[in-house]
């Protein structure tokens, strides 16, 4: 079956601008986490979605959002991006949380702010 | 303060050893611990996972414990193989209950395997 799906795969961005970043999860699979990793931080949680609800929020500004739509597949947004946003952004889909299958993730979006 | 910490350096062992992992964290208690392999420029892929009341998981060539005593998970790879090279990342779950659904990862151990 298909993996976790992310677009774009890269992505250049000036300061002050915002970006939209897309995550089609597996097939039946209803929660979709985002993830940021930086050389300096590692992986960190951003937030969770579960059937279209936020259930849970990591430590970032209100400047990093996300939805889900009904059909699970998730957005998230950075607005008045600043240089240090630049990272790798990973998606992960599991059918409702932590199982012996663990989260799949996907091959992320490598964002560059400049 | 809560911590999840893995071995900074990377890991270099000859090909057919074992390679252990240490994964120690500090004021959680986690219902479950993960294990994740990620390779450059890849997401992370699920390994295995171990719940508090088990003290051992085992996978193929992998081999994890976990000893909530002395909060720490162990991850083992025999008979390794230049394959096996990436860095192995583990996981908890800061919830005691497992319900947070999110995770915290440590820094990860970088594991090189020679031939």
Not at chain 1, 55 to 61: A, D, I, L, T
Not at chain 2, 57 to 74: A, C, I, N, P, W
Request: net charge positive; proline share 4%; with cysteine.
């Amino acid at each position: 079956k298909a993996g976790v799906t992310q677009t774009p795969r890269y992505l250049i961005k000036t300061r002050g601008q915002q970006v939209t970043l897309s995550c089609s999860p597996i097939s039946g699979h209803r929660s979709v986490s985002w993830y940021q990793q930086t050389p300096g931080q590692g992986l960190q949680f951003l937030f969770e979605y579960f059937s279209e609800t936020q259930r849970n929020k990591g430590n970032f500004p209100g400047r990093f959002s996300g939805r889900q739509f009904s059909n699970s597949r998730s957005e998230m947004n950075v607005s008045t991006l600043e240089l240090g946003d630049s990272a790798l952004y990973l998606c992960a889909s599991s059918l409702a949380g932590a199982s012996d299958y663990g989260y799949t993730f996907g091959s992320g979006t490598r964002l560059t702010v400049v | 303060s809560q911590k999840i910490e893995q071995n900074s350096e990377a890991l270099n062992i000859q090909e057919g050893k074992t390679a252990t992992l240490t994964c120690n964290y500090t004021n959680y208690s986690p219902a479950y611990l993960q294990w994740y392999r990620q390779d450059p420029g890849r997401g992370p892929v699920f390994l295995l996972l171990i719940r508090e009341n088990e003290k051992e998981k085992r996978k193929e060539r992998l081999k994890v414990t976990f000893d909530t005593t002395l909060k720490q998970s162990l991850f083992h790879i025999t008979a390794s193989q230049p394959a096996d090279s990436a860095t192995y990342l583990c996981a908890l779950d800061p919830s005691d209950s497992g319900g947070y659904n999110k995770l915290i990862f440590g820094a990860g151990t970088r594991l090189a395997v020679h031939p």
